[in-house]
């Protein structure tokens, strides 16, 4: 974690491997430089949408390496409040919704940016699918996509470039990754089962965060009795989040909004509050 909150990152994967830098000229008459997937690095793990929204330690997803990662900023949301967002987002980013077009991975990841560090991604990933569609050959090639890639990619598992021998479905079946924040709050994913050639993921969004508490306790990493000596940083960090925290759940518990609205509220409350804003360190 960074003194003054948590890193941000998004990171880029081309699920063409490089097929798009080559052929998009000849077959859409103009370059494309990859297929984009995303996903946005936070709390030490990797969240993105596909087979419903997922998540797994930084740098573990089957989708490799990243040819890129992009640094979105910083923010003070707590993790089990970002977790609650998810759950609430979660109805919107399922297996039956996905669109390779209108309703993917990367526009998971721009509302994700948005919440947490009230930024977008870039827009040549946002881009993409109009760039294709806009090429004479755009209409075919969105055709054979949604015939081809949907499946795999609303099933959660990640498309094959054409080799030039037999491909396997790689690895076996995957335990279950899952990240536990100290306060119980839990994201599950059971990666995958396989039946013959066919990938089923199941996520599981366990919400454990319990509403009516007034404040968050931050545990100390040393020191008797939970004092930090010598770290102002580190103790103006813990009071923005437990504030942050406090001022989420009192806005539960007038149940006029949404817990993904009122984290929002909450975190904008705080930060002005602090004079956190960018306009006032300028």
Same mark, same amino acid.
């Given at each position: 974690m960074a003194e003054d909150g948590y890193k941000v990152s998004l990171n880029v994967y081309d699920l063409s491997q490089g097929l798009?830098?080559?052929l998009s000229?000849?077959?859409l008459g103009k370059p494309i430089e990859g297929i984009w997937h995303t996903g946005v690095v936070v709390y030490g793990n990797e969240y993105y949408f596909g087979g419903g929204i997922q998540s797994a330690p930084a740098g573990s997803?089957?989708?490799g390496i990243p040819i890129r990662v992009i640094d979105l900023g910083t923010t003070h949301v707590?993790?089990?409040v970002f977790e609650v967002y998810l759950d609430d987002i979660g109805t919107r980013y399922t297996a039956e919704t996905y669109s390779l077009l209108t309703h993917n991975c990367n526009n998971f990841s721009n509302e994700v940016a948005q919440f947490l560090v009230d930024a977008s991604i870039p827009d040549y990933i946002l881009n993409l699918p109009n760039e294709v569609?806009?090429?004479p050959m755009g209409a075919v090639i969105c055709s054979w996509g949604r015939e081809n890639l949907e499946g795999t990619l609303r099933a959660g598992a990640v498309p094959q470039t054409p080799q030039f021998r037999p491909s396997a479905v790689a690895g076996s079946n995957q335990a279950a990754v899952s990240s536990k924040p100290a306060n119980g709050s839990t994201i599950q994913l059971t *990666?995958? *089962?396989v039946e013959g050639d066919a990938r089923k993921p199941e996520t599981e969004l366990t919400k454990g965060v319990h509403e009516q508490t007034q404040t *968050? *306790?931050?545990s100390s990493p040393s020191g008797a009795g939970g004092a930090v000596g010598g770290d102002p940083l580190g103790d103006a960090r813990s009071k923005v989040q437990e504030e942050i925290t406090s001022e989420f759940a009192a806005i539960m518990a007038a149940?006029?909004?949404r817990a993904s609205e009122a984290a929002a509220l909450a975190t904008r409350r705080v930060m002005q509050r602090y004079g956190h804003m960018s306009t006032a360190q300028s």
């Open positions: 798009a830098r080559q000229t000849t077959f997803t089957p989708y707590p993790q089990d569609l806009s090429s *990666k995958t *089962k *968050k *306790k931050v149940g006029n909004l």
